[in-house]
């Protein structure tokens, strides 16, 4: 009755979807619907790929708001502004491109401009973070991951910026910072 009513509710109203229940510590029922692709002039879909309870799915832009939630929690409890500049949660030993010692946390949530990297992305996190940085805020303002990526960073270094500082100074290894 549970998926019954997700669907019924759903169905109607997204793009698409899958869900999970669980009880008892196991998934009892999964499932989804809708298209997790639609055809679009940028690519070669004649038709929707559906969306099943079996979809692998990246959460992309769903995970920009809890990205976003919790950049508004952890400033608030440490009583910094969303206009305050983002560069002293930054590692010491990053280059700082054009605009990076004046970017806010704001402008960051709202894709000011900071240019990515390209392929290395893929391959590296930690190293897609620092270059990002050293390229700066030189793209044209608009929709780009790399702007929430740069939180997986900066707001541990604003919850315990002492010992991020000392894992950036003391950790040669970066598939150990990643």
């Known amino acids: 009755r549970f998926a019954r009513e997700i669907e019924q509710r759903l169905d109607p109203v997204v793009v698409g979807y899958g869900y999970g229940i669980a009880a008892g510590g196991k998934v009892v029922r999964d499932g989804g619907g809708g298209a997790r692709r639609v055809p679009q002039p940028t690519n070669d879909l004649v038709s929707p790929l559906g969306f099943s309870g079996a979809t ?10 809890v990205t976003a939630v919790a ?3 952890v ?3 440490h009583g910094i502004s969303l206009d305050a500049k983002v560069d002293p949660y930054l590692p010491a030993q990053w280059a700082r491109g054009p605009g990076m010692t004046t970017v806010t946390f704001r ?5 000011a401009g900071l240019k990515h990297p ?7 996190p930690y190293a897609c973070l620092e ?9 044209p303002p608009g929709y780009n991951n790399i702007h929430y990526a740069m939180f997986r960073v ?4 604003v919850t315990n ?5 000392q894992l950036f100074a003391l950790e040669p290894d970066t598939a150990a910072r990643n």
């Open 71 to 73: 950049v508004a929690r």
């Open 154 to 157: 900066i707001l541990p270094f």
């Open 56 to 65: 692998v799915n990246e959460t992309s832009s769903t995970s920009k708001t």
């Open 131 to 139: 270059q990002a940085v050293g390229l700066g805020m030189t793209a």
């Open 75 to 77: 400033l608030e409890q």
């Open 161 to 165: 910026g002492a010992a991020m500082t």
């Open 107 to 111: 402008q960051l949530l709202a894709h």
């Open 118 to 124: 390209g392929a290395v992305c893929g391959t590296d």
